[in-house]
């Protein structure tokens, strides 16, 4: 069965540098998602692509962050310049179409800011 | 925006036993509700889900009911096993908006 992948499995990075965390969604989906889980907490929405834009982002979601597809089959997040309060499990995700249906999640990368 | 609450926080069953686990969602728009198990360092893997055009859903040992007019739904699991225990979260999400909103989960222990 398809899956997301993620790369890298765990990222640490010092205060202030930039970090590009990778996704590479199921191949025939549409939709795409980064969403993060700071340890103990619940998941939380970061932000929703489709047809090369972002369709909407949360209020986390600053000018810190950007996504992009730069090819077809990769899909990135970016943090420009990390505090320690990135610090957390972040998730891809991705769905065939839009409107109710499952949401695929990738294995997930472990971001440590210190 | 949306918020979804989840009840209880944690849970202990004894293996045999019923597990519910209950959210209520905020915006009468949310008309998708989907529920996430969560293994220790793992992904979130999809269980069961629920549309707004139906009342309940079940699955072998697992069931979602949905009570729209209350704005809550919730999770049953039957004949609990070792294995199910995880972390379960509820989520909401609607038709144009696709992003999901999540509960803040429940530790579901089953004590052999």
């Known amino acids: 069965e398809p899956e997301v992948t993620q790369t890298p499995s765990h990222q640490v990075t010092q205060m202030g540098q930039e970090v590009i965390l990778r996704c590479v969604p199921i191949?025939?989906?549409?939709?795409f998602y980064w969403y993060r889980q700071i340890l103990g907490q619940k998941v939380e929405f970061l932000v929703s692509?489709?047809?090369?834009?972002?369709?909407?982002k949360s209020e986390i979601f600053d000018d810190q962050f950007s996504v992009e597809r730069p090819d077809g089959s990769n899909f990135t997040l970016k943090i420009r310049s990390t505090k320690l309060e990135d610090s957390a499990m972040y998730f891809c995700?991705?769905?065939?179409?839009?409107?109710?249906?499952?949401?695929?999640f990738g294995p997930g990368t472990r971001l440590t800011v210190t | 925006g949306e918020n979804v609450e989840q009840h209880p926080s944690t849970l202990s069953v004894q293996e045999g036993d019923s597990a519910v686990i209950k959210c209520t969602y905020s915006?009468?728009?949310?008309?998708?509700f989907p529920w996430y198990k969560q293994e220790l360092g793992k992904r979130p893997q999809l269980i069961i889900d629920?549309?707004?055009?139906?009342g309940e859903k079940k699955d072998q040992r697992i069931a979602v009911t949905l009570n729209k007019t209350a704005k809550h739904f919730s999770l049953h699991i039957t004949e609990t096993q070792p294995e199910d225990s995880a972390v379960y979260f509820c989520?909401?999400?609607?038709?144009?908006?696709?992003?999901?909103?999540f509960g803040t989960g429940t530790r579901l222990t089953i004590i052999p």
């Open positions: 989520a909401a999400s609607m038709r144009g908006n696709e992003k999901l909103t």
């Open positions: 692509f489709y047809n090369n834009e972002i369709s909407e």
């Open positions: 915006d009468s728009a949310s008309n998708y």
């Open positions: 995700a991705s769905t065939k179409t839009g409107g109710m249906y499952e949401q695929y």
């Open positions: 191949s025939n989906h549409l939709y």
């Open positions: 629920i549309r707004s055009n139906v």
